[in-house]
Antibody, heavy 119, light 110 residues
């Protein structure tokens, strides 16, 4: 079955760019059924959708983060990536990569990766 | 301040039933499918309910979802201690052009 795995640095300095990659296994990232996305969760807080991408490159971004976010896809590697620029301590969170089925629900989720931006 | 409003916490005894509400507006719940997610302590969220009231394979029928107007409800019957978790509702908001989540509800099984 479909599985997602995040990878990337666990510590990013303030004002730098956070970069994460999600590797998709058990299925093709070029599937017509899915968008691929990122969701984050600050420690002890709720979930925040960051944005999503289709294999063709079409994207949706959270308006509150849009100016700092870029999501890209590499179909040859079955991966998609997140870049969040000009990070601050407020960007400290567990970042999850997700499959967005039919733009209606998220399943499955990756295990999540904690990214810390020191204050 | 979340676009979708959930109670911060609910509690009930083992074997009992509990409901968790998710209130929104015509631009989100009133116009889109709602999904629910269960987040057990220290783990990633998991899909519990999709398209308002459908259960993915492997989710027991103790879990149910419903939607009426601009509100949705998650129901859990026959509560077990293993159901203690945070529960989130989510849907697309056409005014914001963004996916939105509720603030989450912590379920305690006393």
């Amino acid at each position: 079955q479909l599985q997602l795995q995040e990878s990337g640095p666990g510590l990013v300095k303030p004002s730098e760019t956070l970069s994460l990659t999600c590797t998709v296994s058990g299925g093709s990232i070029s599937s017509s059924s899915y968008y691929w996305g990122w969701i984050r969760q600050p420690p002890g807080k709720g979930l925040e959708w960051i944005g999503s991408i289709y294999y063709s490159g079409s994207t949706y971004y959270n308006p509150s983060l849009k100016s700092r976010v870029t999501i890209s896809v590499d179909t040859s590697k079955n991966q998609f990536s997140l870049k969040l620029s000009s990070v601050t301590a407020a960007d400290t969170a567990v970042y999850y990569c997700v499959a967005w089925y039919g733009l209606n629900w998220f399943d499955p989720w990756g295990q999540g990766t904690l990214v810390t931006v020191p204050s | 301040q979340s676009v979708l409003t959930q109670p911060p916490s609910v509690s009930a005894a083992p074997g009992q039933k509990v409901t968790i509400s998710c209130s929104g507006s015509s631009s989100n719940i009133g116009n889109s499918y709602v999904s629910w997610y269960q987040q057990l302590p220290g783990t990633a969220p998991k899909l519990l309910i999709y398209e308002n009231n459908k259960r993915p394979s492997g989710i027991p029928d103790r879990f149910s979802g419903s939607k009426s107007g601009t509100s949705a409800t998650l129901g859990i019957t026959g509560l077990q201690t293993g159901d203690e978790a945070d529960y989130y509702c989510g849907t697309w908001d056409s005014s914001l052009s963004a996916w939105v989540f509720g603030g989450g509800t912590k379920l305690t099984v006393l």
